[in-house]
């Protein structure tokens, strides 16, 4: 295996050797930019703000059209919110890991360079195969089979998610059209953006529609998925993942939780990077902070710690968490602003964790205590993720809700804590841990986006839109995987094709 | 709605104007060539053969990439086996039609297009709504409301496909890899290559996996979905198909009967077409027939009606069941040849009738006789479509097993017949029909590509490889959808790929 440079980013923390910060992947392309500052003033066709998958996306489909690219990133690798840590000849997933082929955008990618044959199956080794359950809500603890559990979740999450006897399609017809589309009723999905997943349960035992032990596997799955408490998270955007997934909660599972990268995320994102840079179109810098960006009459000039550039268009891939830290001239529309003022509630923890029990591989827990019933836990779901040379088995977990000002790094100690909160059988065989602290990011601050009530009906249609010629483009807005790589994907390109269809009819185009 | 020129295919039939040939369509591309003989020595970099999807695809990414390309059809239109009819100021799709956000190829360009929110959905107006199930299963028939009877096929579906005990998912874990991949069992692939569907049949009938009742609504899906008889298809392609869907037939069904365009198949056609045009760099021309193709040490020849040209590279997206009329030099492999020999068995039929019963809109039938049950029925499965302007309905039928010969155009007043077989009530109110006849077609000789048993295991990896300086490029091999337009879309990208990076690494290439 090849070694990777070192980024400033990710910790591990173990008794023997405490905390550590900096871990090394493939994302960490160095040098960390290709050109001198004496070409700064060089104009481009466009600058890309942000190397995450948006970004890398955008460039690549840029520069492959013929376009002169500068890429810039505030950090010391490409990915975002994504990227693959290679800590002791083995690899971690710090952020966005599974893939589909279900997920039109990135299956393409996937499959354009190759990687389709090198995935790995995140429940085992061979064909999805976890052994046991175990579910801790508030105060009650349950062990069962896998497998049955899981049907039993199956038939549960269809009738929560079921809230108008279509399973949702009225309300989302067509998962990739949630705002706009022929099919769309407006009042319905008003109705069910201003409806927490709080306020469903509430209905939900109200009507006995879920049984408690259903409601003890759904919430903690519930709250794993927004990074946030249930009253914080948008029934608009339940149903519409689970319309992506026609409703069966196997297909979900399937489509989020089983297919990864053998040789990691990180490895994935260069390919773009690589394929942008082979074209000679590409000019990138990494640690460059933009700071401001203005937009006058035909030009942008980007400002950075590094210098300012000039290009016609700019794809700016800001996550919305941190958009509102970069100044714009003219200034962002009002509704643009607020929207970037209200955080989305992706808040969660991703959190991997070495133990010394092989059976912990086939494992799946899931944890909360609803208000009333105990302290409010950090993590919510956790699952075996992988088995590494040694024998030691690391298995993967996520958390939200309470976090906001909770990160590990400040006390590593905590981790263990919280998963013994968790199960109490995590204690003893834990080895210590790898993670990154997505909350605390200065260039997320959050993981994946999930929004609150209202906030979807409210912002989306605006966050999508131009600002004179700065294109947005985020995961954090796709019309289709919202919040996923996929989303992000689908996002860079179609900010691309916009620019490039435009450049395409300039003067001095002209026919064989 | 702006008028298309006329195409010499399709046909329509109804009692008072009798047989008519050549229907207009968006994709009949005029002039029908953009270069006059004289430009013919100029060499290309790449000669795409067929403008189907797949050639479309290709053309598409090429020229983007910036190379020059000829484009050459045989016939007077654009689509392969897939195009869009008017008749009338209504559209028919004579081909491949329906689309879903799942299938990722064709998703990323209905919404690079922009026509994602230009969908309309089969079953009925609103969100599907079908009212009646009639079938007609060895002389029996039986009409019962579509949803019960719906989900009983939901769960006899799972059991058919179900040979292994994990819904087939250790013979087929990864739908978009059957034959090679880290979870590919070479010995399960071959064995249910090996068995036919009628094989399992009795096998579920010995076992009494399925009911009778649940067979006569299966097996004439079967044959739909392959135009052919249960002895004639691969168990392996249904395992596959399952595999798509998650095993669930539900989400089969929205994924391969559901979503349409409402602009038509063809004006996405012309989408791709008109990208590739507005580059500048595409040269095309219809109505020319390919006879050889030679390949001389860097350089192909392509020999046509119209004359012969050179490219570096060639892509060719021929069908397969009538990839042997065109001569190779070097010849191709001797295991090429005999793919090309071995007729794939996708021979049915696909016929729009229209009727004057506004209830067939709501309707679903399915038909078959096993062998000594009667006679072999034309049509096999029939449902409600559209709904036409003046009040008149429009139901789709397709079939297979017996058609070889059997072309309506020779006798059109057959097709009441072959409607009446499936059920006595379509009689009457029968107006006529609108069809293109594959099976006699000369540049298809069958429609979407289903094989045979055996015919996977032994010819896919060789249909798939290079010819010297020629890519094979069809849905009919497709990784993924094969033998859909979502194949034909991976094939052509994956062909323009492979070329443009060996194209980018020649010598003039240089960095920034």
Same mark, same amino acid.
């Given at each position: 295996?090849?070694?990777?440079?070192?980024?400033?980013?990710?910790?591990?923390?173990?008794?023997?050797?405490?905390?550590?910060?900096?871990?090394?992947?493939?994302?960490?392309?160095?040098?960390?930019?290709?050109?001198?500052?004496?070409?700064?003033?060089?104009?481009?066709?466009?600058?890309?703000?942000?190397?995450?998958?948006?970004?890398?996306?955008?460039?690549?489909?840029?520069?492959?059209?013929?376009?002169?690219?500068?890429?810039?990133?505030?950090?010391?690798?490409?990915?975002?919110?994504?990227?693959?840590?290679?800590?002791?000849?083995?690899?971690?997933?710090?952020?966005?890991?599974?893939?589909?082929?279900?997920?039109?955008?990135?299956?393409?990618?996937?499959?354009?360079?190759?990687?389709?044959?090198?995935?790995?199956?995140?429940?085992?080794?061979?064909?999805? %195969?976890? @052994? #046991?359950?175990?579910? +801790?809500?508030?105060?009650?603890?349950? =062990?069962?089979?896998? &497998?049955?559990?899981?049907?039993?979740?199956?038939?549960?999450?269809?009738?929560?998610?079921?809230?108008?006897?279509?399973?949702?399609?009225?309300?989302?017809?067509?998962?990739?059209?949630?705002?706009?589309?022929?099919?769309?009723?407006?009042?319905?999905?008003?109705?069910?953006?201003?409806?927490?997943?709080?306020?469903?349960?509430?209905?939900?035992?109200?009507?006995?529609?879920?049984?408690?032990?259903?409601?003890?596997?759904?919430?903690?799955?519930?709250?794993?998925?927004?990074?946030?408490?249930?009253?914080?998270?948008?029934?608009?955007?339940?149903?519409?993942?689970?319309?992506?997934?026609?409703?069966?909660?196997?297909?979900?599972?399937?489509?989020?939780?089983?297919?990864?990268?053998?040789?990691?995320?990180?490895?994935?994102?260069?390919?773009?990077? %690589?394929? @942008? #840079?082979?074209?000679? +179109?590409?000019?990138?810098?990494?640690? =460059?902070?933009?700071? &401001?960006?203005?937009?006058?009459?035909?030009?942008?000039?980007?400002?950075?710690?590094?210098?300012?550039?000039?290009?016609?268009?700019?794809?700016?891939?800001?996550?919305?968490?941190?958009?509102?830290?970069?100044?714009?001239?003219?200034?962002?529309?009002?509704?643009?602003?607020?929207?970037?003022?209200?955080?989305?509630?992706?808040?969660?923890?991703?959190?991997?964790?070495?133990?010394?029990?092989?059976?912990?591989?086939?494992?799946?827990?899931?944890?909360?205590?609803?208000?009333?019933?105990?302290?409010?836990?950090?993590?919510?779901?956790?699952?075996?993720?992988?088995?590494?040379?040694?024998?030691?088995?690391?298995?993967?977990?996520?958390?939200?809700?309470?976090?906001?000002?909770?990160?590990?790094?400040?006390?590593?100690?905590?981790?263990?804590?919280?998963?013994?909160?968790?199960?109490?059988?995590?204690?003893?065989?834990?080895?210590?841990?790898?993670?990154?602290?997505?909350?605390?990011?200065?260039?997320?601050?959050?993981?994946?986006?999930?929004?609150?009530?209202?906030?979807?009906?409210?912002?989306?249609?605006?966050?999508?839109?131009?600002?004179?010629?700065?294109?947005?483009?985020?995961?954090?807005?796709?019309?289709?995987?919202?919040?996923?790589?996929?989303?992000?994907?689908?996002?860079?390109?179609?900010?691309?094709?916009?620019?490039?269809?435009?450049?395409?009819?300039?003067?001095?185009?002209?026919?064989?």
């Amino acid at each position: 295996m090849s070694s990777f440079a070192t980024s400033k980013e990710g910790y591990t923390w173990s008794p023997e050797k405490g905390l550590q910060a900096g871990l090394a992947t493939e994302g960490a392309i160095r040098p960390l930019s290709s050109f001198a500052a004496a070409q700064s003033s060089k104009p481009f066709d466009t600058i890309v703000i942000g190397a995450g998958y948006a970004g890398l996306t955008a460039a690549r489909d840029l520069t492959l059209a013929g376009q002169k690219v500068l890429l810039l990133e505030a950090r010391d690798r490409i990915g975002g919110r994504t990227w693959t840590a290679q800590v002791d000849g083995e690899k971690y997933e710090m952020g966005g890991t599974w893939v589909h082929w279900t997920m039109g955008y990135i299956w393409r990618e996937i499959t354009r360079y190759g990687l389709e044959r090198k995935l790995k199956i995140t429940p085992n080794e061979l064909y999805p %195969d976890y @052994a #046991f359950n175990r579910t +801790n809500f508030n105060g009650t603890i349950f =062990t069962e089979s896998f &497998k049955p559990n899981f049907e039993m979740c199956e038939n549960a999450f269809k009738r929560f998610v079921d809230v108008d006897g279509q399973l949702g399609a009225t309300v989302v017809a067509i998962p990739t059209q949630v705002m706009d589309g022929p099919l769309v009723d407006p009042e319905l999905v008003d109705k069910y953006d201003r409806m927490s997943i709080a306020d469903r349960i509430a209905e939900v035992r109200a009507k006995n529609i879920c049984s408690e032990r259903e409601l003890a596997y759904l919430i903690p799955w519930f709250v794993l998925s927004w990074g946030a408490r249930p009253e914080n998270a948008s029934m608009l955007e339940l149903i519409k993942w689970a319309r992506h997934g026609e409703n069966s909660f196997g297909m979900l599972a399937s489509i989020l939780w089983f297919y990864k990268f053998a040789d990691g995320q990180s490895h994935f994102a260069k390919s773009f990077f %690589d394929e @942008a #840079f082979e074209s000679g +179109n590409l000019c990138y810098s990494l640690e =460059t902070v933009v700071t &401001k960006v203005e937009d006058r009459h035909g030009s942008v000039e980007v400002f950075t710690n590094k210098g300012s550039y000039k290009a016609a268009k700019v794809v700016c891939t800001l996550p919305s968490n941190v958009a509102a830290k970069v100044q714009f001239s003219p200034p962002l529309s009002p509704l643009r602003q607020e929207a970037f003022s209200q955080k989305h509630v992706g808040q969660g923890h991703k959190i991997h964790s070495l133990f010394s029990k092989p059976e912990f591989r086939s494992g799946v827990w899931n944890a909360w205590n609803e208000p009333g019933h105990g302290e409010t836990l950090e993590l919510a779901a956790a699952f075996g993720d992988q088995t590494l040379k040694d024998g030691r088995v690391s298995v993967v977990s996520f958390g939200g809700g309470n976090s906001a000002q909770n990160v590990p790094s400040q006390d590593p100690t905590k981790i263990k804590r919280w998963l013994t909160q968790v199960d109490p059988e995590l204690e003893q065989p834990y080895l210590g841990s790898i993670w990154h602290e997505w909350i605390a990011d200065p260039y997320a601050e959050g993981h994946w986006c999930m929004w609150g009530p209202g906030h979807y009906t409210k912002y989306f249609r605006e966050l999508q839109k131009p600002h004179g010629n700065i294109e947005w483009a985020s995961a954090d807005w796709a019309d289709g995987w919202k919040s996923f790589i996929d989303g992000a994907i689908e996002q860079g390109g179609k900010a691309a094709y916009r620019i490039t269809k435009e450049w395409r009819r300039r003067p001095q185009q002209s026919r064989l």
